[in-house]
């Protein structure tokens, strides 16, 4: 399946839920609704497509300019040899989407860093909380309206200790 | 008060919580393992994270594209030469240039003692926290001579910045085949001493086989990439599904295990190493001796400067040491030429205004290298797995967004599902083959 037949392919299978397809720099990118994620990755993991592999989620701030997050999950298809990048928008004033997890363990963890960091909520996540910064970190640093150096409250100690 | 995590929440009465880490002596990294045990019995556990966690990609978006490069060298900071390597790579697929032949070499070069001193690090650690310490000591051993090539050239041995984007800053180091040779043959020497120790070790083998198995359903379920991945039976190796520099014409095999457990996990990194060695060896045979300098009196900066003023001076000019081979004859052969891709020549700099503005042109906010917009992957085969780099570019001098791949955040990940249900003794050589980065893991 070569890259025009594997977007063809797409489009039959995923229907509306492909809003767009581009190319960046030479890689295939689908842009998808957000409200169907979950069933597109779902398709994607299976036959024919094959992406056993979900290397890479992540989340871009175009709040200030274009008032949406855009969450971009990257596949790779061990069988075919191929990555395949997916963005989806969502908005800024909620940013949402349905969880991946349970489709890829590794999802869990990467959610949880892409709302910890841009505090996106993923519906439907097992363990939604902050990975990286703490319990009782304020705000999510890699929004574009988080500044670069702020001192974040001390955190009180624990009782008894 | 309310429990704070689902570990706390779900645990049986009568059984007993006990942390592991954050800072253990049995645990190299700053990370926390929360467990539930029924006496020695492992019957539930969590793995807290982030706690090296200082802003790496918030950091990278407020710095220019350039200036950026030294925070790479602190993620995986054993292997600093691939971190360079990736950024710089899915840079130079975003400007659209490609390093030169000479400079590619090099690149493999460093990245194979990358490679062969990050798995000797993490072998050590495991063996010496599962009680092999003349391990840890011959593992280190060797990766001092590896690190002696690297400082040779670098000037550093971890945090060397020195793979630039458009090729690398300055040519090896006059001495490179020697050090070379002799940290491969006595990395091949330590090598063989660590089979002979560990690989039939009844103590090494009742820790390690069939001890922290995973399948490759798992494996591939949790986004494991690298040696952990190919202990799995599955032979995925970026070098080799996507070659970049010259791996394509090099000959390496990418060695696999069958049970996933951490005895292969171990194995493939020993082999792997051997493969690496080959690889350096064939690099260096490959590699040109750098091409002699124009002999003759050298003028100093200052008289170059004075002299520019009324003439275009033709003598060589001295440079600082710390330039030492990145001299302007030498450029050609080790940095893309473009501009504004790589640093234009010192020389130039002292000695005409072209240079002079060429040089402020490269380094002032706001110019330089500034991609095209868009949004870029690109991953390298780093010591852990596949090291990608994903970067969103508004057009200016600084990333608009950029966020790496940390290979080890999908292998830690998996973690709790790998110690539940063995012993407490389990978690070590588990988690000591699992090879986790606390600069990467955390960013």
């Not at chain 1, 839920?17 to 779902?42: H, K, N, T, W």
């Not at chain 1, 709302?115 to 319990?135: A, N, Q």
């Not at chain 2, 051993?141 to 910045?161: C, N, Q, Y």
Request: proline share 6%.
């Amino acid at each position: 399946m070569g890259p025009e037949g594997l977007i063809d392919a797409l489009r039959a299978r995923l229907g509306e839920a492909v809003e767009g397809v581009a190319d960046s720099f030479g890689d295939p990118v689908l842009l998808i609704r957000p409200q169907d994620v979950r069933a597109v990755m779902s398709a994607l993991r299976e036959a024919p497509f094959d992406y056993a592999i979900l290397l890479d989620l992540t989340c871009v701030d175009f709040a200030a300019a274009e008032g949406r997050f855009e969450l971009v999950y990257h596949l790779y298809s061990l069988s075919r040899n191929v990555r395949l990048r997916l963005k989806a928008s969502v908005p800024a004033e909620r940013p949402s989407v349905e969880t991946v997890a349970g489709l890829w363990k590794n999802a869990e963890w990467l959610e949880r860093e892409a709302f910890d960091m841009f505090g996106v909520r993923f519906e439907g996540h097992p363990y939604l909380r902050r990975i990286l910064t703490y319990e009782g970190f304020e705000g999510h640093p890699l929004r574009k309206s988080y500044p670069w150096r702020l001192e974040q409250p001390r955190v009180p100690l624990k009782d008894g200790s | 008060m309310e429990p704070r995590t689902r570990l706390e929440r779900q645990a049986r009465p009568g059984s007993m919580l006990l942390n592991m880490g954050p800072s253990h002596p049995a645990m190299h990294g700053t990370v926390r393992i929360m467990l539930e045990l029924d006496a020695e019995k492992i019957l539930n556990a969590e793995v807290e994270v982030g706690y090296l966690h200082r802003g790496f990609e918030k950091t990278c978006e407020n710095r220019s594209y350039f200036n950026l490069l030294i925070y790479t060298d602190r993620l995986n900071y054993v292997s600093p030469l691939i971190n360079n390597l990736g950024y710089v790579m899915t840079m130079e697929k975003m400007l659209g240039v490609a390093a030169p032949e000479r400079a590619q070499l090099i690149r493999v070069l460093m990245s194979e003692l990358s490679r062969v001193s990050d798995h000797l690090t993490c072998l050590a650690a495991m063996a010496m926290e599962s009680g092999a310490f003349t391990v840890f000591l011959y593992m280190m051993k060797a990766r001092e001579s590896l690190w002696d090539v690297i400082e040779f050239t670098t000037g550093a041995r971890m945090t060397t910045s020195y793979i630039r984007i458009g090729g690398v800053r300055s040519d090896l180091h006059p001495e490179w085949r020697g050090a070379l040779s002799k940290a491969v043959g006595e990395t091949r020497k330590v090598l063989k001493d660590v089979s002979g120790l560990l690989d039939k070790n009844p103590i090494f083998l009742g820790r390690t086989r069939g001890v922290g198995t995973i399948s490759t359903e798992d494996a591939l379920s949790y986004g494991w990439t690298g040696p952990c991945l190919r202990s799995t039976g599955i032979a995925y190796d970026v070098r080799k599904a996507h070659p970049y520099l010259v791996y394509d014409r090099l000959a390496f095999d990418v060695p696999v295990g069958e049970s996933g457990d951490n005895y292969d996990r171990y194995g493939v990194r020993m082999r792997e190493m051997e493969q690496s060695l080959r690889i350096l060896e064939q690099v260096a045979a490959l590699l040109p001796d750098a091409p002699p300098l124009p002999a003759g009196p050298a003028i100093e900066p200052e008289e170059a400067v004075r002299r520019s003023r009324t003439e275009r001076t033709r003598d060589p000019v001295r440079l600082s040491p710390n330039l030492d081979g990145s001299e302007k004859a030498r450029l050609p052969g080790l940095a893309c030429q473009d501009l504004p891709v790589a640093v234009p020549a010192k020389e130039d700099a002292y000695t005409t205004m072209e240079g002079l503005i060429g040089h402020f042109l490269f380094f002032m906010a706001g110019k330089g290298i500034r991609p095209p917009k868009g949004d870029v992957y690109f991953s390298v085969e780093g010591g852990n797995g596949e090291l990608g780099f994903y970067i969103v570019s508004d057009g200016s001098d600084k990333p608009y967004r950029l966020h790496l791949r940390a290979p080890c955040f999908h292998i830690v990940s998996a973690l709790e599902q790998l110690i539940r249900g063995r012993l407490i003794a389990d978690v070590i050589p588990t988690f000591g083959s699992m090879n986790m980065i606390g600069g990467e893991l955390d960013r």
